[in-house]
């Protein structure tokens, strides 16, 4: 299985602050890679596919970058409602894996 | 704009069968995957496995002893059945619609299965 590991696992930001979560997988994953924003009680929502394809309806202050094993999720302009948990996620190969999520937090 | 309703139980006891449905609302069946994800504390995410329209189903390993995956085209619905359920099948349980382009962008609303004698 290709383990995908995110850092960091908790970031404290303020709002209007340029963010960036890191996605390592531990084998090549082309661009396969996606990214999700869960909040509390909810289901993932999708940001991200194809490393760097921003999903229709999402906000353009999201993007992603990477490909091979290096991968990231940058928020341009931290807003109120951004503050979540983040998932990258492989589906290069099955199973397709999970990192272990970077909550978001209020500074 | 497609939905996916998920439906089942919540509460089980070890040994038991668990059984989640997912009915979808608006979409064209046969042109996607569909797919199920759990979620627990300790592990995170996890793809647990998906078929197609035609019932071809690919199965996480770790669970493949034990999971059916079924789809009924004719009712927009998919199925999951987890067998010998224990402790650490407690879970919130996901389904949805995936492809092998942009991965899953449509979810159900989860559900919390609980197993505890």
């Known amino acids: 299985d290709i383990q995908m590991t995110q850092s960091p696992s908790t970031l404290a930001a303020s709002v209007g602050d340029r963010v960036t979560i890191s996605c390592r997988a531990s084998?090549?994953?082309?661009?396969?890679v996606a990214w999700y924003q869960q909040k509390p009680g909810k289901a993932p929502t999708l940001l991200i596919y194809k490393a760097s394809t921003l999903q229709s309806g999402v906000p353009s202050r999201f993007s992603g970058s990477g490909s091979g094993t290096e991968f990231s999720l940058t928020i341009s302009s931290l807003q109120p409602e951004d503050f979540a948990t983040y998932y990258c996620q492989q589906y290069n190969s099955y199973p397709w894996t999970f990192g272990q999520g970077t909550k978001v937090e209020i500074k | 704009q497609v939905q996916l309703q998920q439906r089942g139980a919540g509460l089980l006891k070890p040994s038991e069968t668990l059984s989640l449905t997912c009915d979808v609302f608006?979409?064209?069946?046969?042109?996607?995957?569909w797919s199920w994800f759990r979620q627990t504390p300790g592990k995170g995410l996890e793809w647990i496995g998906e078929?197609?329209?035609?019932?071809?189903?690919k199965y996480s390993p770790s669970l493949k002893s034990r999971l059916t995956i079924s789809v009924d085209p004719a009712k927009n619905q998919f199925s999951l059945k987890l067998t010998s359920v224990t402790a650490a099948d407690t879970a919130v349980y996901y389904c949805?619609?995936?492809?092998?382009?942009?991965?899953?962008?449509?979810w159900g609303q989860g559900t919390l299965v609980t197993v505890s004698s």
């Open positions: 608006g979409e064209s069946f046969s042109a996607y995957y």
């Open positions: 949805a619609r995936t492809t092998t382009l942009v991965a899953a962008n449509f």
């Open positions: 078929t197609d329209h035609r019932g071809t189903a």
């Open positions: 084998q090549y994953s082309s661009s396969w």
